[in-house]
């Protein structure tokens, strides 16, 4: 094989020297791309923060990574459930709330996206001329990219925060819906099992009075009375059957369990009302503080107070680009060259008209999200109030006394001083106090639950997808 000539090496190394000269501007772009780097939002911090709060563990998301977290879900349906189990394993089940943890992957690889600057762009040329052939190399590079780097790569770190505050919405939504759906499904048990006892007892009493009529020591009024007593105790454990099964479901869903046959070990009863509530001062304060929705407001309010300056700076330099070309033959020829758009028709005010008026609307819907929480701490803090004063009345007044009354009853009917039908009339006005307490006790921890969420806030906003993300960036740089 024959060795290359000196004079035909230095041609090659004249215009390899060439190619990298004219690849100098674009190597020094990508540099300084690599060197800008993306701006890292704390993985989701408000998210963790609200995990911690609660004492709850974050699940993976991915199938494959889920053994660990399946086995922790058996171990915990193996045993008692109580408010704070149910709650665990809601975060760790939950198929709608893993859904939304995915989508904090897509805000990272959203907001890393955005942390890269626009790719340059190549074109070979090929001419023929009287001296040859002619190659000359075109590099073209966005330049508005270039310069609105920082301010992009601000907006999505805003729609970053926001889209974690809305999946830490999603999961204070998420721990209320199933710790009140365990609390009817608790007092929905308890119902159902004293209805069961209070049937037997009143079948039975059906019966005798039913023996006794026939023998003509019972009248008819007596008789119809006892019969009617027992058809609605029936009626009353057929729904209580029904609201039962609803509320299971209900919590089989919420903990994110398909197998309607889960074997869920739930308390015969829930906890007695406390003596006394604790003092809460401030409680308006406290939730324009911490309320997520309203932070969320507010960081959407910067996104578009950013955008609103992007469309402000960027009026008149809306696609420019620049280029640079040269032959690769002919080290010398070099061209440099700067687009422009020409604002003739279209000037960019409606642009800006239509920043200002987004970001007015978000920030009067921001005042009315402000005003609508203030309202549901009060009405929640009302509600809370009342049912405690109800479940205690119930709790100190009106049962103690229906037991005190049975009782002295029981004791009547011992002493003979009454029969066994005065004894079933007493159990009969029984039920609805003992039942009263029931509901009372549920809407009492209702009402806790309802206004920790007025303490954090719902998930309300709507988000803007990251289509729309994109177009506006892409009409602000004249695409």
Known sequence: ???????????????????????????????????????????????????????????????????????????????????????RIAVLNNPEFLASLSSLDISRAELAQAGLLPNPGLRVIRSREEEGYNTELDFSFDLFGFLFFKSNQAIAEQQARQQQQQVALQLQELLSQSRSAFIEAVVAQQRFSYLQTVQEAIDASAELASRMYQVGNYSELQHARQQKFAAEIRLQLATAQQQQQQSRERLLLALGLSDAAVSLQLPAYLPAIPTEMQPQHQLEQQALEQRLDLQQAKVRLKQLQLQLEQNENSRFVRGLSGEIAGSVQHSAEREVALGIELPLFDSGAQRINKAQAQYLQAWWQAKALEQKALSEVRQAYSLQQHSYQVARHYQDQLVPLAQKINQQNVLRYNGMLIGVFELIADTQAQVSTVTGQMTAQRDFYLSQLALQQALWGSPTLQLPTATEITNTSATAAGH
């Open 1 to 87: 094989m024959q060795l290359p000539s000196r004079q035909h090496q230095n041609q090659q190394q004249e215009i390899s020297m060439s190619i990298i000269t004219k690849l100098s501007p674009l190597a020094a772009l990508v540099l300084l791309s690599a060197c800008a780097g993306t701006s890292q939002l704390q993985q989701n911090n408000a998210l963790i923060q609200q995990a911690e709060r609660q004492q709850l563990t974050l699940a993976p998301v991915d199938p494959a990574l889920r053994a660990e977290t399946e086995q922790e879900v058996e171990r915990l349906l193996a045993g008692p459930l109580s408010l704070h189990n149910v709650s």
